[in-house]
């Protein structure tokens, strides 16, 4: 396996896509190339800060919204109701 | 996200008129179509915009649901849209983007200035909170929708695919680029 081929199973790696023999196989170059180690470790930190430290922080919309996006929306029962 | 069966109750009912059910959609869904929008567009007023003109859109294209898709993948593709149009009318980011395609590779995207940036002084967000979304703002759009629904809408890559209409393949691509910018970025500022 050449280096090219490691970063995208590395990618393919984090998205759980490859099979267990592939996760050998890449384990095996990681442990021979120490640029591609150090690669893996950062994409690795980048993945993990991703996925923790953003869904912590989940925003809310001003409850005014509910309010506003309701008023502009006609009231489909009572005109039923109406013609019916 | 999980096949909500509530969410099917009121989607019927709210088809048929019920206002008490959309309200309750409405409910459900807009801090989900905020956070999407706030982080796309980094602006708290816009993304109010996004929230009540995506439910404005689905309340007069009711019609045009297919109640076999999930409502969740229909509303965050009307959301996502929405955000895109408006990333496209700020010109100078958008062209950038515009030139490059997947094949490019990402040296380029490092000529935007991923700084310029709103201050998020209200959040009162964590030192490394900033540095991600500070990275994340300075993605390309195409990039930045994948990346939102990913990580901070937890998405399957089969769903994201679905969402913005494109085949699995060009979202996994379009996954490892983003991952990969972002390595680029927050690499230097983590060790």
Redesign the interface.
Known sequence: MDCKQAS?LM??Y??D?LTHEQVVELKHHLQGCSVCSA?FQ??E???M???S??????????DE??D???S??P???RQ?AWVG | MVVNHFDTRLVKLARK???GA??EL??LY??K???LA?RMLSNRHE??DI??ET??RV?KNWNRYDEKQKFSTWIYRIATNLCIDRLRKRKPNYYLDAEMNDQDGLDGYSLIPGDERTPESE?L??E??QM?HQAIEGLPAKYKSV?ILR??Q?MS?QEIGEILDMPVTTV?TR??RG??F??KK??PK?S
């Open positions: 995208s990618h393919e984090f998205d896509d690669r950062e994409l930190q980048t993945e800060v991703l996925f430290t953003i869904r912590h922080k989940a925003l809310s919309a001003p919204l509910v506003a996006i309701m502009k929306i009231n489909q029962r039923q | 008129g019920d206002q959309f309200a409405v409910d807009k801090d179509i905020f956070h706030y993304a109010e929230v009540q439910f404005l309340y959040y967000l964590s490394t909170q991600i990346i990580y901070l937890e890559l996994k996954v490892h991952r990969e972002l390595r927050l690499e983590m």
